[in-house]
């Protein structure tokens, strides 16, 4: 979970895998000719006709790639093909896009837009008025933001010029 700014608003919003998952969709937990058993909670993340590869989950080596041709609710899915013959040792990854997980950062904190820290979004603690975020702003750059200017802009606008002259990497 990351907090996250929509305008003025700040919120929180998931962020992409989480620790120790990297592209995997789902965990192998028991293996048949051409099926494999998942849990129904992981189910969510396949779908028929889905490309998919099998790889070992220590090393991301592939074992096999197949699509996937049904689903059964209890989490028996199977696939075409030869059978992988996979082992509760490898992993469901999305097909050709294996990402291993990156232990060195935590990769699953994104800074969204460009808050103090991985985990922290950008924060207009001291813009609490018009009043405010027109004399930080002049403050920051008088020769740029005139009255003039600052008189045409939107509350939206000014909280962007903010970020721009606050954060600037924080814009993309």
């Known amino acids: 979970m990351a907090n996250v700014q929509i305008g003025n608003a700040l919120g929180v919003a998931a962020?992409?895998?989480?620790?120790?998952?990297?592209?995997?969709?789902?965990?192998?937990?028991?293996?048949?000719?051409?099926t494999f058993t998942t849990t129904v909670g992981e189910l969510r993340n396949l779908r028929v006709?889905?490309?998919?590869?099998?790889?070992?989950?220590?090393?991301?080596?592939?074992?096999?790639?197949?699509?996937?041709?049904?689903?059964?609710?209890?989490?028996?899915?199977?696939?075409?093909?030869?059978?992988?013959?996979?082992?509760?040792?490898?992993?469901?990854?999305?097909?050709?896009?294996?990402?291993?997980?990156?232990?060195?950062?935590?990769?699953?904190?994104?800074?969204?837009?460009?808050?103090?820290?991985?985990?922290?979004?950008y924060d207009h603690a001291f813009a609490h008025t018009l009043a405010d975020m027109r004399a930080r702003l002049t403050a920051k750059n008088g020769a740029y933001y005139t009255s003039a200017r600052l008189d045409g802009m939107s509350w939206n606008d000014l909280v962007y010029a903010l970020r721009l002259e606050d954060a600037p990497l924080s814009v993309g």
């Open 15 to 34: 962020t992409g895998p989480q620790p120790n998952e990297g592209t995997k969709l789902a965990d192998i937990s028991a293996e048949g000719v051409n």
């Open 49 to 121: 006709g889905q490309n998919i590869d099998f790889r070992t989950k220590t090393t991301g080596a592939l074992v096999a790639n197949r699509n996937i041709t049904i689903i059964n609710v209890s989490g028996v899915v199977t696939y075409d093909g030869a059978d992988a013959a996979t082992t509760v040792a490898e992993g469901v990854y999305t097909a050709g896009g294996y990402s291993p997980v990156d232990t060195a950062a935590p990769f699953y904190k994104v800074n969204l837009n460009g808050g103090p820290a991985a985990d922290r979004g």
